[in-house]
Structures are given as C-alpha cells and as structure tokens.
C-alpha cells in the first residue's frame, strides 16, 4: 500500500491564492491571455492543492495579563527561530518568487501569524526536543497557513495536511467523535515521526524529504534514479517534479529567508511570546464541550479552535481524554472539573423506546452513538424492548451553539448562498458524484466543495447534498459545453499536458466539457487511453471553471 501526503499549496484563505512559480509551467500549460498565469492557476488547480479554511478566524486573549508592547518585542518567539535555521537559501528563480510573493503580503504574513500564535511555542519545543530542522516550525504556514480546521479536496486535513491513511500510519486516531489529523498535539507528533522517517529513507537530505512530504517518497525516489540513470544531478534542484512539488520546498526555504532577516525586507513580525501559553489539561474521561468551556471561562467557539480534533459536542468517550487551554485559566478549569460529579459531565436525557425503535434510530435523534447507549445502559447486542427507558447522553446546549463540529461546519458551508437555483439531494443507494453531477449539470468537485467534504470522500446513504444549478436554458448549456460562446462566458483555447490517472472523464469533469468534444478537438476515440505526457487541446469557458 502506497502511503502520501497530498500536496497543498495554496495558501490563501478564501477565494485567494498564491500564483505558483515555475520554470516549466508555460510548457505544461499555454492559454493566450494577458492575465495567463492567474487563468493557467485557476484552470488547472488540481483538487489536492486546493486548501479550504471553512472556519473564521477567533481573537482571543492567551495572557490574563496586558503586557508593554516593548517587553513582548524583546521575548518573542522569532530570535529563538531566526537563531537555529540552517537550511541552505540559495537565490534561485524559484525561491526568488515566492519570496517576493510574501515580502508583497505582508498583511497575509501577520494572519498566519496569529493563527500560529498559540500553537508556535509548542511545535518549536517539540522540535527541539526531537533535535529537528527549526525551519519544520515553518511547513504549517506552507501547508494549510496554520489553520487546523483547514481541510484539501484531496481529502488531507488538520494543520499539518494529513490524508487518512497516511494519519493512521503516523498515529493519528479517526472516528465519529475525533479526528487526531486535526488535534494540535497528535498531528505535530505524527508529522514529526513523519518527517524523521522520511528524513532517513534520503539518507538526510531535508530537501528531499520535505519534496516527499509533499508527493510521496514514491514519486521522489523515482525522480532521483530518473536523474542518476541520465548521469544528472539528483538534489532537489535538479529533479523532474509535479509542479506543486517544485514551488512547495522553495515556499519553506522563502519564509525562512524571511525570518532570518526581515529588515532587509522592510518587514516587522507579528510578535508572539517565547513561553508557552497554553497547557494540556487531563480530564480523566468524556466531557461536554459546552460545560468545559464554562470552566474554563471560555466561549464555546473559543475553546473548540483550540481544541480541533474533536467532531462533536463532547471529547471522545474512549479519548483522548485532554484538552488544551490557556495556561491562565488551567487552575480556574481544574478547581471546577473536580467539583463535577461523573454524570455531571454530560448532560442526560430519560427515553421512553418505542414501538419501531432501534438503537440506530435513537442514537441518530439525539446525535450520539449505538456504542455510547449501550455502554451508559449496560446493554448488552442490539436488543431493546419498547414501553422501557433509556438513559440518553445529549448534548448540553442546542447542537447550533458547537459552532465549529463536524455538523456545524458542514451546515454552515451548505447555508453560504451561491450563484444559481438551489437543489438538495439525498443519497440514495449507487449514488456518486459523478453520477449526481450529470444529473444536475454540474461540476462533481463543485458538489464535493458546496458539502464541505472532498470529492473522493465515500457519500453515506441518506446523506442530504445541496447542488446549485445554474439558471440557463438547456440550449444555453449544451452551447456552453460543446465551447460556444455564451452570454458572460470567457472562453479560452488551452492546451493540457495529461498527468498520470487521467482519463477523458476526468478531464471532461475538470474543464467542465463533454468527453465528445475532446474527441472532436483532438480527433481521438474514448476506447484508447491518454498516455502521460500527451497534449489535449480544449475550449474552456473560464467563467465556469475558477
């Protein structure tokens, strides 16, 4: 089994990205048009570089005390960085680029920096304690701008960009109640032992294994005996890289530039303390997340942006049983936790089963699991008799005030007014996205991002979708799908270099155009397949694919 992280690069919140810079992006890709590097982006955004940030950013205090600004300016977190890097920076093209992309954004530099403010001081400590390149304390930024909530199309998610499968491997426990690739602590370690493994499988090249971190080690190792069986270079520079891959290495080593000599620059970083402000808390077993905040003096949406991992209203009842909370109010938590009583740490609702009930049906009502009910109830299988009671953990608050679970999230992506008529579908047995796509004309990455989940992602049946048609005439869409000019379309004749896994209903599916009119253009039969490196010409109506 193949395990990766799938790249993610973009860095922007939002609608924002940062123009990759390559050398070999104008022959992968040609589109005749003044602003050609903003379109050749947007066309060909793959779905695993294209990161989300579905929460909103939270101003909190992390320090009961106000400090002088000049005391925090000289015990920040920055000398203690600036003084450990040791990365080679050399004044390539690349890195040129995307160093001049930053130093122009200095306010997206401050964002990120505040996101990281909580979590900096740890991952620095970790670091060190793992005797590790500090510049790893940077790779956040590059993969996901230091947001935990930030989840890919390629289905990689949490801070550090895990996929499920490579989370698993380094550690990182996933079910309905937790997902560890979001928890700060489990992530930060599973990317350590990731990087360390990594680091040693090229012999210590940091170059490489942070490429691989990006595309797999796979794909580098064939690259690097690609470049040796032509008697050329194998460093990092020198090999033959997806594109994303090729700009992810140069994004760590620009802001590392950065940090080590901001003044040349003209740039003031945002100043965060070298202390550590927060402190993980062991709350012995499951908890409300509601009532844990109240004990912590806390918002709701406060205490779950520092604690991510967890799906729902509650921490996981088989853990991990911790949270993490500013260092200030830990023994204000704690001398409230132990006042608590065992069933005082969740809220408890008596059910009366009904003729027709099952467990599932219950556990579906009040938002909890089978397992949980059974273990609550000593219940023993499946078995349950109506006319009798059940005890029912349930949230303490109404489900809308967990503003940032799993459900929340999602409703909230599903409620975001997009341009078009409003349409929701429920997944019914063989349903897909591709599938559901053709029914409604529309694009089945567009379904997967209106859901807030990735386009590979399993559909579960029953699941509710929200699809927004556009409000065209049907002859209006077939013009626009055969490449025809329409009203407000943008069209543009690109041609596509085919990657491996393509086949003519992905790339139909990504440009938005019918598998017979990429035969036509190129004059070739579906029955055949595409070979890596071959040239498509497509035209593609830009208005419908950014």
Excluded at 461 to 475: A, C, P
Aim: hydrophobic content about 35%; proline content about 4%; overall charge positive.
């Amino acid at each position: 089994m193949k395990y990766l992280l799938l790249p993610v690069v973009v860095l922007l919140s939002g609608c924002q990205s940062l123009p990759q810079s390559d050398d070999n992006s104008v022959a992968d890709t040609h589109i005749q048009t003044a602003n050609s590097v903003e379109i050749n982006q947007a066309l060909l955004a793959d779905e695993s570089i294209d990161v989300i940030h579905p929460i909103a950013d939270i101003d909190f205090s992390l320090n009961n005390t106000l400090k002088d600004q000049k005391a925090i300016d000289e015990n920040n977190i920055w000398p203690r960085i600036r003084s450990q890097i040791t990365f080679d920076i050399p004044e390539h093209k690349r890195l040129v680029s995307q160093r001049n992309w930053y130093v122009k954004h200095p306010s997206y530099l401050k964002r990120v920096a505040k996101r990281a403010e909580p979590f900096l001081h740890y991952i620095v400590e970790e670091l060190e304690k793992n005797d590790m390149p500090i510049e790893l304390a940077l790779l956040p930024i590059v993969e996901s701008a230091f947001d935990p909530f930030a989840y890919s199309h390629g289905r990689a998610s949490g801070m550090w960009q895990f996929v499920p499968g490579t989370g698993e491997r380094f550690g990182m426990k996933q079910n309905w109640w937790y997902d560890g690739r979001r928890d700060v602590v489990a992530s930060t370690e599973g990317a350590i032992k990731y990087l360390k493994y990594l680091n040693k499988y090229f012999d210590g090249d940091w170059m490489l294994a942070l490429a691989a971190y990006n595309s797999g080690e796979g794909r580098v190792s064939r690259a690097v005996k690609k470049n040796k069986k032509l008697g050329k270079p194998t460093d990092f520079w020198s090999l033959d890289l997806p594109r994303e891959t090729r700009a992810y290495v140069p994004k760590l080593l620009a802001l590392a530039d950065i940090i080590k000599r901001p003044e040349d620059f003209n740039l003031s970083l945002y100043s965060i303390d070298n202390k550590s402000v927060l402190t993980q808390v062991d709350i012995k077993s499951q908890l409300d997340l509601a009532k844990a905040a109240t004990l912590a003096g806390l918002s709701l949406a406060e205490l779950q942006r520092l604690n991510p991992g967890f799906n729902r209203w509650a921490t996981d009842p088989d853990g991990p049983h911790r949270l993490l909370l500013p260092s200030h109010s830990v023994e204000k938590f704690e001398l409230g936790l132990n006042k608590l009583s065992k069933k005082d740490r969740l809220a408890w609702q008596r059910y009366k089963i009904k003729n027709g009930d099952n467990l599932g049906l219950i556990a579906n009502k009040f938002n909890t699991r089978v397992d949980l009910i059974q273990q609550v109830n000593n219940i023993d299988g499946n078995q349950i008799r109506a006319g009798k009671h059940l005890l029912i953990p349930v949230a303490a608050k109404s489900l809308d005030s967990y503003v940032f679970s799993q459900e929340q999230r999602i409703a909230k992506k599903q409620s975001r007014p997009q341009k078009g008529r409003k349409v929701v579908h429920t997944v019914k047995s063989g349903d897909n996205l591709w599938d559901i796509g053709r029914k409604y004309k529309v694009n089945s990455k567009s379904i997967a991002k209106w859901n807030g989940f990735a386009p590979r992602d399993t559909l579960k049946l029953g699941q509710t979708l929200v699809i927004w048609q556009k409000e065209t005439s049907k002859s209006s869409y077939a013009n626009n799908r055969t490449g025809n000019k329409v009203e407000n379309a943008i069209m543009r004749n690109i041609t596509y270099k085919v990657r491996r896994g393509d086949s003519f209903a992905r790339i139909a599916d990504k440009f938005n155009v019918r598998i017979s009119d990429i035969e036509r253009w190129n004059n070739l039969d579906r029955k055949k397949y595409l070979q890596p490196g071959q040239r498509l010409k497509l035209a593609v109506d830009v208005t419908n694919n950014i």
